[in-house]
């Protein structure tokens, strides 16, 4: 049971340009969302987070959006830089349960 | 301020064999919890330990199984080892039970031969 789900393996996107990765999720009941960014060869290290209270969290080049009717959250960044370029991943809790993470999104920025 | 050391970065084993890995988490931090990375899976919840208790496991067979250490320090053990158990494995650390902001190691890339 797939709780939070990453349609999108991949993802291209032009230098410059803005990125928007999406995830999807069944639960109602998680009341906090959060975005990692992982490198090969290296761990997940967060990046920003959301919670079910709010709609919008912004943090420099990067801002999370929660829609909980649809329940759907994205993750926007621009301008996108090649630095950019890894796999991010989604995930989701309720209260003190675990974090349920998504299978993933490969982002290439291309100069 | 050291972050999460996952020992040993990569193992070979074979079948049928077992494996134990270790995480030692940030100063201060009391929670470890250990994620399997498999192309196409994502991140898959193994179990979260906090002061030496397991509080949280996912849905794997019993062949995988942790500890905690009054030190923080956690292990994990996986006994008759199958070729798909070949994955990174990820360790993560947090000041409390499934904290908000998890910090994690590099993991530990095993290959089962």
Redesign the interface.
């Known amino acids: 049971d797939q709780q939070v789900k ?1 349609n999108s ?1 991949s993802l291209s996107v032009q230098e410059g340009r803005i990125s928007i990765l999406n995830c999807d999720y069944t639960n109602s009941m998680f009341d ?1 969302f ?1 975005w ?1 960014k992982k490198y090969p ?6 990046l920003i ?1 959301i919670s079910s209270i709010k709609d919008k969290n912004e943090d420099g080049r990067f801002t999370v959006f929660l829609n909980k009717s649809a329940k759907h959250l994205s993750l926007h960044i621009v301008p996108s830089q090649p630095g950019d370029s890894a796999v991010y ?1 989604c ?1 989701a ?1 309720r ?10 999104t490969r982002l290439t920025i291309n100069p | 301020k050291a972050g ?1 050391t ?1 020992t040993p970065r990569y193992l070979i084993k074979t079948r049928g064999q077992q494996v134990t890995l270790s995480c030692s988490p940030i100063s201060g931090h009391r929670s470890v ?1 250990w ?1 399997q990375q498999t192309p ?6 193994l179990f ?1 330990y906090f002061s030496e208790t397991q ?2 496991k ?1 849905n794997f067979p019993g062949r995988f199984s942790g500890r905690q250490f009054s030190n923080s320090r956690s292990e994990m053990n996986v006994s008759t080892l199958e070729l798909g158990d070949s994955a990174l494995y ?1 360790c ?1 650390s947090s000041m ?3 904290g ?8 530990t890339r095993l290959t089962v031969v």
């Open positions: 990453q393996p906090y959060l990692y060869a290296e761990g997940p290290t967060f987070s991943f995930a809790k209260g003190a349960q675990k974090l349920v993470f998504g299978q993933g | 999460v996952q919890s994620y196409g899976q994502g991140l898959q919840f979260e509080r949280n996912g990820l993560a409390t039970v499934a908000t902001e998890a910090f994690f190691g590099q993991g």
